[in-house]
């Protein structure tokens, strides 16, 4: 037999893949996922912080609590391990894909790549592993109808900005589908590219004026965090010496959290010896990490679903006083969507979080590293290292205007896609999807239904914090 007719070519394997994708319909047609009700074995979702509280700092969980209670989409935003759960009665196609795992609105913003430009991209990789692709994208869907609630936009209205994010996803997954390999690789939402689309819609007056004026101020903030921003909000000097300014309970050095003589100079030990192994995991032995000398570290909470996990902010020194770097060592614990998934193929978490990150960005912080170590309580855990507040900016949810959200609702549901097809199989996915607007719909009615049980969920947890079976911070 000839090779030509023993091997498929390239254009029958992707042909077969698109068909692949659209057989899929027959075993779960697009229409299903829409349909979405909480069974009556669910678990008790408070029970379910309470049990994700049991690895966590006990003294930062009412600062936790107090976040999730601010708002529904406050809880939303810390109930990652809830909808996890709730997920995994949910139909799928069967196509995989690297999964954000925590694909919520707040999770997507503007960073800089190690060239120093602006992109827009997902920010947060916590929870990352392989699963279905459907997953991400109801997170991503639920997120915008619970926010939209928050703004008071109309029925309608939270119609159209789901049916906008899951077109962008559609659309942009059938354009990778179709385009050269490299495309789906490369493909990337620069800043230029943002304040294009925004004056774009301006011109066809599908948003205000001032939605330009915030893009381009948002854009001009983004570009303004760098490093030394960072150094000039968490650092101070105290007698001629460079040290991490304290913001208790939020920001609190080593040396007020142990005092001299309680495990301070074991814990400063242990951090050089885990920044000398993070060296190891990076891509060159001259990376730039190693002509820095460490100053100080201290403890600082972050975000609302990490709060209670053990996050430091480690500050380094080049040169002198003026050559900062400030590295976030965060603690990876195992995702909330491996226990209705296959375990992570990585067995340190930290690893598991920087190569999903790796492959779903399209450019990727070149201080990513991992590592684990040994706690003075003696207990094993794992870290990832990144740079902090690499010019990051993010969108001001609470002040967003209807066509700010239909905007962004769809620039999110293109981004996830990219990161998709980078990590799947985009032609599958795009056979899947079609170019009719089946699924889209189906989106809007799941979205509708989880904010449903989204709000009964913060408002049993508020009910929790009020009878005191969780203690909240004072706000």
């Known amino acids: 037999m000839s090779k030509k007719n023993s091997v498929p070519t390239a254009r029958a394997e992707f042909r077969q893949r698109s068909e692949a994708g659209r057989a899929a319909r027959a075993r779960v047609p697009r229409s299903s996922h ?13 029970a379910m912080l ?27 935003r810390g109930a990652a391990a809830i909808m996890a759960a709730d997920l995994a009665d949910t139909p799928t196609s069967g196509i995989t894909v ?25 920010n947060d990789f916590d929870e990352t592993l392989p699963g279905p692709w459907e997953w991400d994208l109801k997170r991503l869907v639920a997120s915008f109808e619970v926010a939209a609630r928050g703004r008071g936009f109309s029925r309608n209205e939270r119609t159209a900005v789901i049916r906008a994010a899951a077109r962008g996803y559609r ?8 385009s050269p390999v490299l495309y789906s690789w490369h493909d990337r939402l620069d800043s230029e590219q943002v304040q294009a689309l925004v004056r774009r819609e301006r011109h066809a007056e599908r948003v205000a004026k001032q939605q330009v004026g915030r893009t381009e101020q948002a854009l001009a903030k983004a570009r303004s965090r760098g490093h030394l921003n960072a150094l000039s909000k968490l650092a101070e000097v105290v007698d001629g010496r460079l040290r991490i300014k304290a913001a208790p309970p939020l920001v609190v050095p080593l040396s007020d959290l142990l005092p001299a003589g309680e495990g301070r100079e074991q814990t400063e030990a ?91 960005q399209a450019a990727s912080d070149m201080f990513l590293g991992w590592r684990s170590v040994k706690g003075i309580d ?20 609470e002040r967003m205007p209807f066509a700010g959200m239909m905007l962004y609702a769809r ?21 899947y999807l079609g170019a009719g607007e089946v699924f889209d719909r189906a989106l809007g009615r799941f979205a509708v239904s ?26």
């Open 34 to 46: 829409g349909t979405w009700a909480a069974g009556s074995a669910r678990e008790d979702p408070v």
């Open 50 to 76: 309470e049990r994700q509280g049991e690895s966590r700092l006990p003294e930062l969980l009412p600062i936790r609590y107090a976040r999730m209670l601010a708002s529904p989409f406050a809880f939303f």
């Open 98 to 122: 690297q999964l954000c795992g925590d694909a919520h609105l707040s999770n997507f913003g503007i960073f800089a790549t190690p060239e120093r430009n602006l992109i827009f991209d997902i």
């Open 171 to 178: 659309e942009r997954m059938r354009t990778a589908a179709g």
């Open 270 to 360: 242990r951090m050089r010896k885990l920044l000398g192994e993070y060296r190891k995991t990076l891509p060159s032995r001259s990376h730039p990490v190693s002509e820095y000398e460490y100053v100080d570290m201290a403890r600082k909470v972050v975000g609302v679903g990490s709060v209670g996990t053990r996050a430091w902010v480690v500050l380094l020194r080049g040169r002198d006083d003026t050559d900062p770097l400030i590295l976030q060592a965060k603690e990876a614990q195992t995702s909330v969507l491996e226990p209705f998934l296959e375990a992570s193929a990585y067995a340190n978490q930290g690893e598991r979080v920087v190569r999903g990150q790796q492959l779903m």
């Open 378 to 397: 003696g207990v094993d855990r794992d870290f990832y290292f990144r740079q902090l507040q690499d010019g990051k900016g993010s969108a001001e949810v």
């Open 411 to 431: 620039v999110c549901g293109e981004t996830l896609a990219r990161a998709h097809a980078r990590g799947g199989d985009r032609v599958a996915i795009a056979g």
């Open 450 to 475: 989880y904010a449903d049980r989204n709000a009964l969920d913060h408002a049993a947890f508020g009910e929790a914090v009020a009878s005191g079976r969780l203690i909240a911070a004072a706000t």
